[in-house]
């Protein structure tokens, strides 16, 4: 049985509706159809790994994952690719000067400086150089990014749709504006299962102290899909997980018999009234059992030579900083974990952006490319993707005052910068170009276009092809990985997205 694809399950006999099968019990199940269901259909059925003996469901694809594992390191507030990776000289030449009327189209723009009297060009006040055997262009704020230029792929032709935060993050993270969709670490969980019985399969780390856009915890959610494949976020701290520990006075005894207890109400809740969710509820609380063991090894970072730290630079060894969220990061990839969100918020630069852009590169720059290089030299990069961007990028105009030591830029989602590393992605590649202004994809004759996601245009990557894209580094076609919900089929992207086949190897 698939439970992606089919509306049915047929065996030599009989048609049965899977809707029929949602509603029996285990052992009403093993009655109706052990005869005609593979082992591997039911071990799955019964929450144990499919992972273990196939690591992609029947029917999701027909090729070999490239890789086994996303670390995806999510830039919150949209970082500015004219600062940092898309080195325009023309903008630099033009700076003050408005903005041309051709070239915005009369592209809509943000509440924020739509009532500007003046738009004026603002040219980055970093330097910029070429690096590696690539060639790949870097501001001086990315010195560490510059060590592993042959190792990214940096697209610079990514767009999307929404042009305010929240609605712009949700779509990156649930293929929807809106919220409510599960969360692609969600559908990755739902569509590979786990390698590792003692952690969740999905985890996510929010850099602590950090001002900015808020996040919420419905962007590592599962929507409607069983709650089981949600994100689990991991905290710094004494407590990574809430309410993991055993409170005072209980004993790892105790509360196994407590958690037996509660697995036979449970069991006799599910027999009248067939809930799978209860079946959840009771795998979670084994897996939280199991976690009170695993989890403090995971994220002991005491266990780490001084060399790792050296690597990552000294804020790996304070808690809850995205350098220390990185090398945490390594370590659950090391342990099986598929999906690894970090977030890191203070991208959002409206006004003084000179001044914030570089404190939020410091913070990032070393541990980022230290995250590629650790990876590489212990033999995970070839299976680990790793994924760096934000949800759009910023204007090429300034907002707000302009001055000779600052400016701001906002929102614009028709041309941002994003890159990749391992796990099936070209290295030592940049994919995609902008125009002089740095305002629009150009194609690769140097034509302005002006995609959509209703058009495959092969220069440009909307991010359901970005989605597609890293479906299919795992194994799975993103068409199939699909979910019926009040009598439609979803998707995370939708009826759009197509494989970006120039990005991989």
Same mark, same amino acid.
Not at 133 to 139: K, M, T
Not at 408 to 429: E, L, N, Q, S, Y
């Given at each position: 049985?698939?439970?992606?694809?089919?509306?049915?399950?047929?065996?030599?006999?009989?048609?049965?509706?899977?809707?029929?099968?949602?509603?029996?019990?285990?052992?009403?199940?093993?009655?109706?159809?052990?005869?005609?269901?593979?082992?591997?259909?039911?071990?799955?059925?019964?929450?144990?790994?499919?992972?273990?003996?196939?690591?992609?469901?029947?029917?999701?694809?027909?090729?070999?994952?490239?890789?086994?594992?996303?670390?995806?390191?999510?830039?919150?507030?949209?970082?500015?690719?004219?600062?940092?990776?898309?080195?325009?000289?023309?903008?630099?030449?033009?700076?003050?000067?408005?903005?041309?009327?051709?070239?915005?189209?009369?592209?809509?723009?943000?509440?924020?400086?739509?009532?500007?009297?003046?738009?004026?060009?603002?040219?980055?006040?970093?330097?910029?150089?070429?690096?590696?055997?690539?060639?790949?262009?870097?501001?001086?704020?990315?010195?560490?990014?510059?060590?592993?230029?042959?190792?990214?792929?940096?697209?610079?032709?990514?767009?999307?749709?929404?042009?305010?935060? /929240?609605?712009?993050? #949700?779509?990156? $993270?649930?293929?929807?504006?809106?919220?409510?969709? *599960?969360? +692609?670490? =969600?559908? @990755?969980?739902?569509?590979?299962?786990?390698?590792?019985?003692?952690?969740?399969?999905?985890?996510?780390?929010?850099?602590?102290?950090?001002?900015?856009?808020?996040?919420?915890?419905?962007?590592?959610?599962?929507?409607?899909?069983?709650?089981?494949?949600?994100?689990?976020?991991?905290?710094?701290?004494?407590?990574?997980?809430?309410?993991?520990?055993?409170?005072?006075?209980?004993?790892?005894?105790?509360?196994?018999?407590?958690? /037996?207890?509660?697995? #036979?109400?449970? $069991?006799?809740?599910?027999?009248?009234?067939?809930? *799978?969710? +209860?079946? =959840?509820? @009771?795998?979670?609380?084994?897996?939280?059992?199991?976690?009170?063991?695993?989890?403090?090894?995971?994220?002991?970072?005491?266990?780490?030579?001084?060399?790792?730290?050296?690597?990552?630079?000294?804020?790996?060894?304070?808690?809850?900083?995205?350098?220390?969220?990185?090398?945490?990061?390594?370590?659950?990839?090391?342990?099986?974990?598929?999906?690894?969100?970090?977030?890191?918020?203070?991208?959002?630069?409206?006004?003084?952006?000179?001044?914030?852009?570089?404190?939020?590169?410091?913070?990032?720059?070393?541990?980022?490319?230290?995250?590629?290089?650790?990876?590489?030299?212990?033999?995970?990069?070839?299976?680990?993707?790793?994924?760096?961007?934000?949800?759009?990028?910023?204007?090429?105009?300034?907002?707000?005052?302009?001055?000779?030591?600052?400016?701001?830029?906002?929102?614009?989602?028709?041309?941002?910068?994003?890159?990749?590393?391992?796990?099936?992605?070209?290295?030592?590649?940049?994919?995609?170009?902008?125009?002089?202004?740095?305002?629009?994809?150009?194609?690769?004759?140097?034509?302005?276009?002006?995609?959509?996601?209703?058009?495959?245009?092969?220069?440009?990557?909307?991010?359901?092809?970005?989605?597609?894209?890293?479906?299919?580094?795992?194994?799975?076609?993103?068409?199939?990985?699909?979910?019926?919900?009040?009598?439609?089929?979803?998707?995370?992207?939708?009826?759009?997205?197509?494989?970006?086949?120039?990005?991989?190897?």
């Amino acid at each position: 049985m698939n439970p992606f694809n089919p509306n049915r399950v047929t065996d030599s006999k009989n048609q049965v509706n899977i809707d029929d099968f949602l509603r029996l019990n285990r052992r009403h199940f093993f009655k109706k159809a052990a005869a005609g269901i593979g082992g591997m259909a039911l071990s799955g059925l019964l929450g144990r790994s499919m992972a273990a003996q196939n690591p992609v469901p029947s029917g999701l694809a027909s090729y070999a994952p490239k890789a086994k594992r996303v670390i995806y390191l999510f830039q919150s507030g949209g970082p500015a690719q004219q600062d940092l990776f898309d080195y325009k000289p023309l903008l630099n030449e033009k700076n003050g000067e408005q903005l041309p009327p051709e070239v915005r189209a009369g592209q809509r723009l943000t509440g924020m400086s739509s009532q500007q009297a003046s738009i004026p060009l603002a040219g980055s006040h970093f330097k910029f150089s070429q690096h590696g055997q690539s060639g790949a262009w870097f501001s001086d704020l990315l010195p560490y990014h510059r060590e592993i230029a042959d190792d990214i792929c940096i697209v610079k032709s990514m767009y999307t749709e929404a042009i305010n935060h /929240d609605p712009a993050i #949700t779509f990156f $993270q649930t293929g929807s504006q809106i919220a409510g969709r *599960p969360s +692609i670490g =969600s559908w @990755i969980s739902y569509g590979l299962g786990s390698l590792n019985d003692n952690l969740p399969s999905f985890i996510v780390l929010v850099s602590a102290g950090q001002g900015g856009q808020p996040l919420y915890s419905r962007l590592w959610g599962s929507g409607f899909l069983d709650s089981k494949y949600s994100g689990v976020q991991f905290r710094s701290g004494k407590d990574p997980v809430l309410y993991l520990s055993n409170p005072e006075g209980i004993c790892r005894t105790s509360r196994r018999s407590t958690l /037996d207890a509660l697995k #036979t109400l449970n $069991q006799g809740q599910y027999e009248r009234e067939l809930d *799978p969710e +209860i079946e =959840s509820r @009771i795998a979670q609380y084994e897996m939280a059992y199991r976690m009170q063991t695993s989890v403090p090894d995971a994220t002991d970072l005491s266990q780490e030579p001084d060399s790792a730290f050296e690597l990552y630079g000294e804020d790996s060894r304070k808690p809850g900083t995205f350098a220390a969220n990185c090398l945490q990061a390594r370590r659950l990839a090391e342990r099986g974990v598929q999906f690894i969100q970090l977030y890191h918020q203070g991208w959002d630069q409206h006004g003084n952006l000179p001044k914030d852009i570089a404190a939020q590169a410091k913070e990032t720059d070393q541990a980022s490319a230290a995250l590629v290089k650790d990876l590489k030299q212990r033999g995970l990069l070839e299976d680990t993707l790793v994924v760096w961007g934000g949800e759009f990028g910023r204007t090429s105009y300034s907002q707000g005052e302009m001055t000779k030591t600052r400016y701001g830029r906002d929102h614009h989602p028709r041309c941002f910068t994003m890159w990749m590393a391992g796990g099936g992605v070209k290295p030592g590649i940049t994919f995609g170009q902008t125009d002089d202004y740095g305002y629009n994809i150009v194609d690769r004759h140097g034509i302005p276009i002006s995609p959509d996601k209703h058009k495959v245009y092969p220069d440009a990557v909307h991010v359901h092809d970005f989605q597609a894209t890293m479906l299919h580094l795992l194994g799975i076609d993103h068409t199939a990985l699909n979910f019926k919900y009040q009598g439609r089929r979803f998707r995370l992207t939708d009826v759009h997205g197509h494989v970006v086949k120039d990005l991989l190897l």
